[in-house]
């Protein structure tokens, strides 16, 4: 699958709504994070605004074992895995030296 | 089941303020939304306005929370006040992902900038959020009484006719979105009182509280309305003083 073309969304059977996601990618201006104008005023990523993989900010910080999904595959990225997290790895194999 | 001390007064203060929620500054807004006057510059200072005052809403419990062991304020009462923590954050939220979304600011940081979303310590909104921060200092189903019946059922009042007036969907949902959590604060505001309220003295202060929010919060709506109808704002406005007794 071209990794360009990925998109995220959230899973709302496991999403906890502690917002980690909406506060960092608001942090970081891309805003793609943002609350559904609906009375449950869930949490939802924008994929027109979205950048990922470019940027995982959201799965860094996602505390809710598979509440982010990509679309594509179906698969789960929280905890990010590591072909998208260059430092998950890293703290596998327990280099920290980077 | 047993009757819980503060029904009558919940009762008072919930009625009183419907009554008084049934007309306000915010009418001239919302007439003018139904006629489709409001340009997108008019509804930018509106949101604009809306997000100042609900950011400071971090600021006004921020003091609320260092005072909730005062009175020894039940578990459920502060349960309820997390809740309403959280939901205050969430409408601060949507006003900014309006902001951004109708590209009226280009970042969040532009927001604390903008002359019609910056905060503005000569203004009724910050008189307004003074105000409800000084209630830090009183127990905690006082100060409940004094947002969730007073002006909490204001805004409810207003903010349902809005979202009816708007022609555009995403301002109609941004409003009506919010109802259900702003009727759950009136009914928080409700229980507490119902449950935490049994003597003279408290219930007087609770009206007092009530009748400050109130008197305050349309001190901002006015300016509010104002700014949204691009009249000059002013601090002189329609309030009748509250007799304090200390």
Known sequence: ?98 | MTSLPGKDLARELLEQSQLESQTGPMEEVIAAARQRKLDSDALFRLVGRLWALERLFYYVYGGWGQGLEIGDTPLSAKYLFARQIMDESTHEMLYLDMLLRKEWIATQKDAFHHPYSKFTLDSALAYYAFALRNLATYPHPVRIAGLNLGPKIIESGWMEGLAEALEDDVLRSLFSSQLVENRSHINMGRRIVEECISEPFQAELCRWACRLGKRDYTMFLHELANFVLGRPSSLETRTVAVRVND
């Open chain 1, 1 to 98: 699958m071209d990794r360009h073309s990925a998109t995220l969304k959230i899973n709302h059977e496991r999403c906890t709504q502690c917002r980690m996601c909406y506060l960092a990618c608001r942090e970081l201006d891309i805003n793609a994070v943002y609350v559904a104008l609906e009375p449950l005023h869930r949490i939802e990523i924008d994929p027109l605004k979205c950048t990922y993989p470019g940027c995982t900010v959201c799965l860094a910080y996602c505390p809710a074992e598979g509440s982010i999904i990509e679309v594509e595959t179906g698969r789960s990225m929280v905890p990010p895995p590591v072909d998208v997290h260059p430092w998950s790895l890293r703290n596998l194999t327990g280099d920290r030296s980077q």
